[in-house]
């Protein structure tokens, strides 16, 4: 079964940024949606990013303006992440749902990645 792996996490000042990955370890097919999420300490995940088969992205208020989520190819996908904020401390999960007609939606979760902003 193809895995998603993600990097780039790390710790990083309030102001600065980081990149975060996501590699799908083969090739998945009939995508209908991919994700970022993230789960801050005693809090419930929350949904980041998204973009569609098409390439339409779409943020949460929190981070809209300093998180560009883009695709740098069939099998990866980035989270660029500038002037980070303690609030954004947290696990972050790429997340690909497919969708195909008789077996209906899957979904797909990588392991996480930390990213922990503080001075």
């Known amino acids: 079964q193809v895995q998603l792996v993600e990097s780039g996490g790390g710790l990083v000042q309030p102001g600065g940024s980081l990149r975060l990955s996501c590699a799908a370890s083969?090739?998945?097919?009939?995508?209908?949606?991919m994700a970022w999420h993230r789960q801050a300490p005693g809090k419930q995940r929350e949904l980041v990013a998204t973009?569609?088969?098409?390439?339409?992205t779409n943020y949460a208020d929190s981070v809209k303006g300093r998180f560009t989520f883009s695709r740098h190819n069939a099998n990866t996908v980035y989270l660029q992440m500038n002037s980070l904020e303690p609030e954004d401390t947290a696990v972050y999960y790429c997340?690909?749902?497919?969708?195909?007609?008789?077996?209906?939606?899957?979904?797909?979760w990588g392991q996480g990645t930390l990213v922990t902003v503080s001075s």
């Open positions: 973009m569609t088969s098409g390439g339409t």
């Open positions: 083969g090739s998945i097919y009939s995508i209908n949606k």
């Open positions: 997340y690909v749902r497919t969708f195909r007609p008789g077996t209906g939606y899957r979904e797909l």
